[in-house]
């Protein structure tokens, strides 16, 4: 699959059994409706806000990024905002294929979860938690 950014052919990440797409050029994460699934039903969070399906009527993010290309279907993808503290704003398909995060934002997650390395309790929490921890252990 081709980085919805850069191009570049990204890589497969296996993590807790997960699989994501990672760029390793730019440094985004391409999460599979799939896997999100997979990973929401392993962990047992029932967070109705987290499953893809929602991310296709979420409200959109007022934004000056530019748009990104679904690297599944090509449609346009919607800017929403995922999360409470901190709140990253990412990529989903309007289809439900999948979420797109960025290389930025996730340094930005990773910094905030060393700041506070306690668990959060809340199921946002958990995916951004899980997504660090596949950054941390690419590098
Ligand atoms: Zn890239
Ligand atoms: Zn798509």
Known sequence: MKCPV????????EHDKIEVDH???????????????LFLETKELEDPHLYPA????AP??????KKRKCPICGKKMRK???GEKPKVLIDAC?????????GGEV???IS???????QTADSHGHVMGFIGKVFKSRK
């Open 6 to 13: 850069c191009r570049n052919l990204m890589i497969v990440v």
């Open 23 to 37: 760029c390793v050029h730019c440094g985004g994460t391409w999460f599979d409706a799939g896997e999100l699934e």
């Open 54 to 57: 929602y991310f296709t009527t």
């Open 60 to 65: 959109e993010a007022k934004t000056s990024e």
């Open 80 to 82: 929403v905002n995922i």
């Open 94 to 102: 309007p289809k439900g294929d999948g979420l797109w995060f960025d």
């Open 107 to 109: 340094d930005q997650l």
């Open 112 to 118: 905030q979860l060393a700041e506070k390395p306690a």
